[in-house]
């Protein structure tokens, strides 16, 4: 199976910043979403991004299959965008394989 | 689209006892996949169906867990003879063809005491 690697580990920000989170991948994938899991434990889909560039609201997403790297922009962060932040993808099979996530914490 | 459905939300339970957890997925999602997630990991894969059929297994799914989805609609997870690492959130998600996105329920959180 793959092996998907995110970056930073954890990240602090003052609301109002923007940050850029990193996900590598050792092979190319054929799925990869991008999820928030928030405080309570729920994983929310943000972005299908196999490949491309996708934008929702102050969140955007860029994958360069061909380099297997994913971006995830968050512009003008909110004390609500807290949580953990993973990539996931599979290429063979169905089961998507996590990164280890960054743990973003946004301070008012 | 009322989303994939979990339940229940929490168990706790002592070491030794079974217990049971349901998924119901999206509607006609007839992808159903299982996952683990212990305390600060990513999620990890345990089991898929495709309609009824159980088709990949992980190494994690011990002879003491086991899965179904009787009917092609909700499944369940099954562990026997619970173990304190059986501690973690078990998540279900659903797609409706291969290659498309997995939505994720909020999950069952299992403590065992």
């Known amino acids: 199976g793959i092996q998907v690697e995110q970056s930073p580990p954890d990240l602090i920000l003052q609301e109002g910043a923007n940050s850029t989170l990193r996900c590598n991948f050792s092979?190319?994938?054929?799925?990869l979403q991008w999820f928030h899991q928030n405080p309570w434990g729920q994983l929310i889909n943000l972005f299908y991004?196999?490949?491309g560039t996708k934008q929702n609201g102050r969140l955007s997403a860029t994958t360069v299959a061909t380099e297997r790297y994913s971006l995830l922009y968050i512009s003008s962060s909110q004390t609500t965008d807290s949580g953990v932040y993973f990539c996931?993808?599979?290429?063979?099979?169905?089961?998507?394989?996590f990164g280890g996530g960054t743990r973003l914490m946004v301070k008012p | 689209d009322t989303g994939v459905s979990q339940n229940p939300r929490h168990k706790i339970t002592k070491r030794g006892q079974n217990v049971t957890f349901r998924c119901d997925p999206i509607s006609e999602h007839n992808r159903l996949y299982w996952y683990r997630q212990t305390l600060g990991q990513g999620p990890e894969f345990l089991t898929y169906f495709q309609n009824e059929a159980q088709l990949e297994k992980s190494r994690l799914l011990s002879d003491r867990f086991s899965a179904e989805r009787p009917k092609g609609s909700f499944s369940t997870l099954e562990i026997q003879r619970t173990e304190q690492g059986d501690s973690a959130m078990y998540l279900c998600a659903s797609s409706i063809l291969q290659g498309q996105p997995q939505h994720f329920g909020d999950g069952t959180r299992l403590s065992i005491l």
């Open positions: 996931a993808g599979y290429n063979a099979g169905n089961m998507l394989t």
């Open positions: 092979d190319s994938v054929n799925n």
């Open positions: 991004i196999p490949s």
